[in-house]
Every structure is written in C-alpha cells, then in structure tokens.
C-alpha cells in the first residue's frame, strides 16, 4: 500500500495558487450584520422586468423543465445573432459560432479551458475583475499582469501590451467597460490592441457583459474591428443590461473551431443553461429594450452623484464611464485597502470591496456599485464623510 508523503498535499496546487473571492468574503460578511448599505456587490438592485419573469413561468407552466441543447436553444441563439448583427454589424452564425453558456463566468472558464495549455500566457490589465487571473491560472495558464493607472484612466496600453509579449504568449483578456473601476476603452486605443494581437497571431478574449451600460460615450465591441472577428472570443450576457444575474445565462461568441472546444468542455461539466433561464433570456432580446434605457439613465443619475459625493468628502474619484462602479482613492487615509473596507463596515456599516481583491494596482482604491438606491447613495455617503473625517491625515 502506498503511503502519501506529508509533502503531498491533497489539494491541488492551482487550487492553492488562488485566493478565495474578496468580493464574495464580503457579500457573506454583510448578510450577517443588519442595517448594512451595501455599496459592494455588483448585483443591480432592479428587480427582473415583469415580462421577462412571466417568459420564464409560461415556460414552466407550458412543461419545459428538461435539458436543452448544450449549445442553448436554437431560438435564443438566433435572437441573439440578429442582435449582434444589428448593434455591432457581426455576422455569428446561431449553429456553429454561438454558446449559451450558465452566466458569463463559465463562459471565461470554457474560453480559458478551451485555448490554454500548460505554460501559455495570457496579458491581463491589472486592476480587473477578480475572476480573470483565476480563471487563467485553474486552466493551466500564467498571467501576465499589466498595470494600469488612475492618471491614464485604467486605461491598458497597446504598448504595455506589446512590450510583454513572449514566445509563450497566447491571448489578451480585456474587459470593458471595466469591473472594478469603470473605465471604457475608447475605439482609437481597442484598435491599436488590435493591431498588437493581428501583428503577434494572438487571441484576443473580450469580456462586454458591461456593454450596454455606457455614459456619454460609444461601446466598441473588439470583435467588430476590421480583421478581429475571426481571432475574437466575444463574452456577453443578460446579467447586468436586463438585472438578471440570479438567472445564470451567458454566451460565447467566436469562430467554430473555438467554439466547439468549448462546446466539449461545456458537455461534461455544466451541459446546458438552465430552460427557464434562455426563456427568460429570449424575452429580454425580444421586448426588453426599454427597460434597459429606462435602468441605464437611472445609473447615469446615481453615478453624477456617487463620484461627486466621494469628491466632496476627500476620496478622489475619476469619472467612470461605463458599468456602475466608482474607484475612490482612500490613499488619504494612510490605510490600505483591506482595513478601510474592514474599518468602515464596522464603524459605520458600509459595506465596499477593497481595491486589492482586483489586483495589486488596486491598492489604495475601493470599489463602490453604485446600482443601488439613491437614498441609500446618499447615506452612505454621509457615513463615509464621517468615517474619512476621523482617518484623514
């Protein structure tokens, strides 16, 4: 009988290269405490439009509770062609070049799965959401870091990009509008990011869940600039545009051999999106439009008056562009990240996400969603006054 050595640990070591979420250890923590606001969950706090939950109750009423093709069913991934065609002028066929996938995360997993083998690299802006660096790393991959910086917007560079590119290098993972900080990727720098990856054969990974939730500016989607569609994997979802998070569907976008990798891998693991949940989906592309303005202009609202309230107060804030996060400096404080967070939920039950749960660049920043109320905005607000105003130097 073989005996396992003290040294062989049972877990495995990608497991233990990364860190449990810094999102969700304070998700848990504010579910425990009353009177919380929560400015950390990026969840909208708007209630899934009416029709869209009737969509999903017929379905079930109707009897479709089975599974559904893995690649989702044939009438959402038609919806959803005609959709990108019409925003973004791309051409996916439903039958070959889309996937349903269960939210947009498993959608990055099955991207990462799909393409990395042991050792590839993939470049990733740093600061950024916290499941990219994971994601790369639980399929075998490295990740390569770049930093970004408040005086550049968060913006990454085709530069910084360029210089850190290795003969192992295999793809770039963008996301924007970005988590955490709200930055948006104007056309003229995504274009020169494309011209990078055309000139080294890269892939390019573009996470658009944010797409719909821009502020005075355009969304680019990557995979509509000139030569990118083919060496593009497109992440989209139903999450934040139409407040469906709990709902679980996403989708993959990309040319079919990338697809059908994925498609593999999705077969043995999560098999299909949940029935009610591409109901629910194909509702929301059919006649869900106007709420999604109506929720975009409410956002824009609440923005103007987070990023000028964290001004006022003494956390400097640039204005975010996209998604509904704010990325005050709490440098001011002499505090890091982690003990303002920890300190300013204890003292005046507020509840925020440290700068460092996305990345080394986010030290001395916060992150603060601001898709929720704006009365509770406005508390919060108050709180934070009165907690800077004792920490400040």
Not at 72 to 82: D, K
Not at 200 to 223: K, P, Q
Not at 278 to 300: F, N, T
Not at 310 to 335: D, Q
Request: with cysteine; aromatic share 8%; charged share 20%.
């Amino acid at each position: 009988m073989t005996t396992r050595s003290k040294n062989n640990s049972l877990i495995s070591q990608r497991a233990i290269q990364i860190s449990p979420s810094g999102i969700r250890k304070f998700f848990d923590i504010i579910a425990s405490m009353d009177g919380v606001i929560s400015l950390g969950v990026g969840e909208p706090d708007f209630v899934t439009p009416w029709h869209i939950r009737e969509a999903a109750i017929y379905s079930m009423e109707k009897g479709y509770t089975m599974y559904t093709s893995n690649s989702g069913t044939p009438e959402l991934r038609e919806a959803l062609s005609r959709q990108l065609s019409d925003a973004y002028g791309l051409q996916y066929d439903p039958f070959g070049e889309l996937l349903i996938t269960a939210g947009v995360s498993e959608a990055l997993d099955l991207a990462m799965r799909a393409i990395l083998d042991t050792g590839d690299e993939v470049i990733i802006p740093d600061p950024c959401y916290v499941s990219y660096r994971a994601c790369v790393i639980l399929a075998g991959g490295t990740p390569v870091m770049v930093p970004t910086t408040e005086q550049d917007g968060f913006e990454i560079s085709a530069e910084d990009i360029e210089s850190r590119i290795t003969p192992r290098t295999k793809a770039i993972l963008i996301g924007y509008p970005a988590n955490p900080t709200g930055a948006v990727l104007p056309k003229e720098k995504l274009s020169k990011i494309a011209a990078v990856a055309r000139r080294h054969n890269l892939l390019v990974i573009s996470d658009e869940i944010y797409s719909r939730l821009v502020y005075g500016v355009n969304h680019t989607c990557f995979a509509s600039l000139p030569g990118m569609k083919e060496n593009t994997i497109l992440l989209g979802g139903f999450s934040k545009a139409y407040a469906m998070t709990g709902w679980r569907v996403g989708y993959a976008a990309a040319n079919r051999e990338i697809i059908a990798a994925m498609t593999k891998i999705h077969q043995y693991t999560m098999l299909c999106a949940s029935i009610m949940g591409q109901a629910a989906a194909l509702e929301a592309l059919k006649s869900g439009e106007k709420h999604v303005r109506e929720m975009v202009a409410d956002y824009d609202r609440r923005r103007k008056v987070m990023v000028k309230g964290l001004n006022s107060i003494g956390l400097p804030c640039f204005e975010p562009k996209g998604a509904f996060y704010a990325f005050p400096s709490i440098k001011s404080t002499g505090m890091n990240s982690e003990e303002f967070t920890e300190k300013l939920l204890i003292e005046e039950k507020v509840a925020a996400v440290p700068g460092s749960a996305f990345g080394q660049c986010g030290e001395g920043y916060i992150r603060c969603c601001y898709a929720t109320s704006l009365p509770d905005i406005e508390e919060a607000l108050s709180r934070m006054k009165r907690f800077v105003s004792k920490y400040s130097k």
